[in-house]
């Protein structure tokens, strides 16, 4: 399981050092790939093929779920980690993701996100102003759900 959140600096080679804490997890490599809000998703590469089968599964005659799977595997790089758990982020996915020198790495489960510093803190401010109106949401779906 990938939690926590971790503050790392990306060199001027480009590098991340990833925690020392998932690098046995991740040993095998990794995927890098665009996420939602501005963020990179960065998979194991097992998990990345069981999610990539499902993407390549969904119904491509719909608009969203074609937009979806183009972010996803279009923007995805395999990505070995050297021998000091350093990966090398492409300039197209620091772009995408506004990555500054600072950046925080978070444990989202099954991947980890890797946000720049500032974007990290704006988006968690947002969320702790609104959490209850997201635990009451997110309460609803799984009362519904378990129906």
């Not at 790939?33 to 969904?58: N, S």
């Not at 982020?89 to 989202?108: E, F, H, M, Q, T």
């Not at 489960?109 to 500032?118: A, K, P």
Request: charged content about 25%; glycine content about 8%; some cysteine.
């Amino acid at each position: 399981m990938l939690i926590g959140e971790y503050r790392h600096t990306i060199d001027g080679k480009g590098r991340l050092a990833l925690p020392t804490k998932f690098r046995n997890v991740l040993s095998q490599g990794i995927v890098v790939t665009r996420g939602v809000d501005r963020c990179l998703f960065v998979y194991p590469k097992e998990t990345w093929k069981t999610l990539a089968a499902r993407m390549a599964g969904l119904p491509m005659n719909q608009k969203n779920t074609r937009a979806f799977a183009r972010l996803m595997l279009a923007g995805a790089m395999d990505i070995p980690l050297d021998s000091q758990g350093r990966v090398m982020l492409p300039d197209y996915l620091r772009s995408y993701a506004r990555l500054g020198k600072n950046v925080v790495i978070a444990g989202v489960y099954d991947r980890l996100e890797i946000w720049d510093e500032r974007l990290w803190q704006a988006y968690t401010k947002r969320a702790e102003r609104q959490s209850e109106n997201i635990a009451e949401a997110i309460g609803s779906f799984t009362t519904s759900a378990e129906s």
